[in-house]
T-cell receptor
Framework: RKEVEQDPGPFNVPEGATVAFNCTYS??????FFWYRQDCRKEPKLLMSVYSSGNEDGRFTAQLNRASQYISLLIRDSKLSDSATYLCVVNLYNQGGKLIFGQGTELSVKP | GAVVSQHPSRVICKSGTSVKIECRSL??????MFWYRQFPKQSLMLMATSNEGSKATYEQGVEKDKFLINHASLTLSTLTVTSAHPEDSSFYIC??????????????FGSGTRLTVV
């Protein structure tokens, strides 16, 4: 079983749509959680951290359920510029703070 | 903000040769450097973790004699792919953790190196 699993994708949505990505992780020792965005052939960039209480940053909302070991990302009012691969990432604090990446979910927003 | 400069961004080499990739933290001290590899349509896979002044810790299945990591200073870490073969062709990327941050945050990624072995 992969340590971090995500929806397979790709997601093809029209502009303005709301899209949700899911992620599960297997290591209960995971301490912190993130969503990264990666554009084609570029390095990943931090989109947002994910907190237990849920957090929002503009059109982006992240949720964490530690009991279910489940993380989600909701994007409202999708823009063309949101097209990218979204990576679910967990930090293994007890392993020197290693970041473990999910395989990513590709999003394509069409006009 | 924190910047990690990674070079080269792209390299093509012949099979059997060695390639060195450098990551420099430009405006902060990086106590820990993580090296990742990403094959097309796959996620970033952690290869090894290096702490300044000590030997790197390699993930299972990664050959330490093939992927030599040096982290001699708080601002420079290098990855050398020795005797490269076509199957080593991949996107290699480093990630530095800042000295002034704990293990829960403060990661900065290099821009990646696309290696093609012919």
């Amino acid at each position: 079983r992969k340590e971090v699993e995500q929806d397979p994708g790709p997601f093809n949505v029209p502009e303005g749509a709301t899209v949700a990505f899911n992620c599960t992780y297997s290591n209960s020792a995971s301490q912190s959680f993130f969503w990264y965005r990666q554009d084609c052939r570029k390095e990943p960039k931090l989109l947002m951290s994910v907190y237990s209480s849920g957090n929002e940053d503009g059109r982006f909302t992240a949720q964490l359920n530690r009991a279910s070991q489940y993380i989600s990302l909701l994007i409202r009012d999708s823009k063309l510029s949101d097209s990218a691969t979204y990576l679910c990432v967990v930090n293994l604090y007890n392993q020197g703070g290693k970041l473990i990446f999910g395989q990513g979910t590709e999003l394509s927003v069409k006009p | 903000g924190a910047v990690v400069s990674q070079h080269p961004s792209r390299v093509i080499c012949k099979s059997g040769t060695s390639v060195k990739i450098e990551c420099r933290s430009l405006d902060f001290q990086a106590t820990t450097m993580f090296w990742y590899r990403q094959f097309p349509k796959q996620s970033l896979m952690l290869m090894a973790t290096s702490n300044e002044g000590s030997k790197a810790t390699y993930e299972q299945g990664v050959e330490k004699d093939k992927f030599l990591i040096n982290h001699a200073s708080l601002t420079l870490s290098t990855l050398t792919v020795t005797s490269a073969h076509p199957e080593d062709s991949s996107f290699y990327i480093c990630s530095a953790r800042r000295r002034d941050r704990d293990v829960l945050g403060g990661y900065t990624f290099g821009s990646g190196t696309r290696l093609t072995v012919v």
